[in-house]
């Protein structure tokens, strides 16, 4: 089990950036999957994206392709979403996952019921 906490959310203007941090306990980070998912008021939590084990490969939605970067520092344990070109539509709670269930494999884990710890979520607010 890995205990995660989120910081760096805040409120933005359209167009502005943001980069959200989530830091892990435990010896054992470098073999987890990482995740950050958003959950908008009335809205399902959403996937945002992912990075493998050791960061080789990455996968986000589409909705963020090309405006956000996930990436990991295992000796930090450590894992970041840099936001850039934020719309108000972004607006929600993000969210940091860990997921142990598959080890440390190279493939896509992109299901919020793939995860097995989350952070308590840090609030992203985008004005227009």
């Known amino acids: 089990q890995v205990q995660l906490v989120e910081s760096g959310g805040g409120l933005v203007q359209a167009g502005g950036s943001l980069r959200l941090s989530c830091a892990a306990s435990g010896r054992t980070f470098s073999r987890y999957a990482m995740g950050w998912f958003r959950q908008a008021p009335g809205k399902e939590r959403e996937f945002v994206a992912a990075?493998?084990?050791?960061?080789?490969?990455?996968y986000y939605a589409d909705s963020v392709k090309g405006r956000f970067t996930i990436a990991r520092d295992n000796a930090k344990n450590t894992v970041y979403l840099q936001m850039n070109s934020l719309k108000p539509e972004d607006t929600a709670v993000y969210y940091c996952a860990a997921s142990s269930l598959y080890g440390p494999v190279q493939r896509p884990v992109l299901r919020p019921t793939e995860y097995t710890d989350w952070g308590q979520g840090t609030q992203v607010t985008v004005s227009s």
């Open positions: 990075v493998t084990y050791n960061g080789a490969s990455t």
